[in-house]
């Protein structure tokens, strides 16, 4: 069964430094969607992406985070300036366009914790 | 403002007895429902949705919810909980006017089984 893929699981940072995490959705996935959870709390919408570009950013996602999907088949996240808030578990989900398929298929997430 | 809200951060059940999570929603629109389980450390797995049709809807592991629009809710059942059961769930809508489809999540509710 094809399934969502996250590197690395567990990523350790310093405050202040570039992360890039890593995603490879379902291959024939159009819409794509970061989601993070912090320990303890709920999940929570990041971004979604569509068409190469980005189709909706909630307030988390400010000028520190892009997103890339650099070739056909990675999604990346990057956070540019990590801060200890950033300390999360970051899901990567997609889904396809087929007729009408609203459900999300996530990834096993990566762990960033920044010191 | 569209929310969910799950009642219980803490659910404790017997092994056998009835398992009852509970979810209400607020829109403005119907929405499309899902719930997701999160075992520890593991990433987020689609139990059930609903999105038309029949408002009684089986997922797996023997999961079912029930779509009652007049109560904003969509309760998460199950007969018999067994030992495996015991994980975080979490209730999603996706709201129809929203073109990104983004997945808005409750607080979850941890399931805890009594041997």
């Known amino acids: 069964e094809p399934e969502v893929t996250q590197t690395p699981s567990h990523q350790v940072t310093q405050m202040g430094q570039e992360v890039i995490l890593r995603c490879v959705p379902i291959?024939?996935?159009?819409?794509f969607y970061w989601y993070r959870q912090i320990l303890g709390q709920k999940v929570e919408f990041l971004v979604s992406?569509?068409?190469?570009?980005?189709?909706?950013k909630s307030e988390i996602f400010d000028d520190q985070f892009s997103v890339e999907r650099p070739d056909g088949s990675n999604f990346t996240l990057k956070i540019r300036s990590t801060k200890l808030e950033d300390s999360a578990m970051y899901f990567c989900?997609?889904?396809?366009?087929?007729?009408?398929?609203?459900?999300?298929?996530f990834g096993p997430g990566t762990r960033l914790t920044v010191t | 403002a569209q929310s969910v809200t799950q009642l219980g951060s803490h659910v404790s059940v017997s092994e056998g007895a009835l398992v009852l999570l509970r979810c209400n929603y607020s829109?403005?629109?119907?929405?499309?429902l899902f719930w997701y389980v999160q075992y520890p450390n593991q990433g987020l797995q689609l139990l059930l949705k609903?999105?038309?049709?029949?408002?009684l809807v089986k997922g797996i592991n023997g999961f079912e919810a029930e779509f009652k629009k007049s109560e904003t809710s969509f309760h998460l059942t199950k007969p018999s909980a067994h030992m495996s059961d015991a994980a975080e769930y979490f209730c999603?809508?996706?709201?129809?006017?929203?073109?990104?489809?983004?997945?808005?999540f409750g607080s979850g509710t941890r399931l805890l089984v009594r041997p």
């Open positions: 609903y999105t038309t049709g029949a408002t």
């Open positions: 829109s403005s629109v119907p929405p499309y």
């Open positions: 989900a997609s889904r396809g366009d087929s007729g009408r398929s609203y459900e999300q298929y």
């Open positions: 999603a809508v996706i709201l129809m006017m929203d073109s990104s489809y983004k997945l808005i």
């Open positions: 992406f569509y068409n190469n570009e980005i189709s909706e």
């Open positions: 291959s024939n996935h159009l819409y």
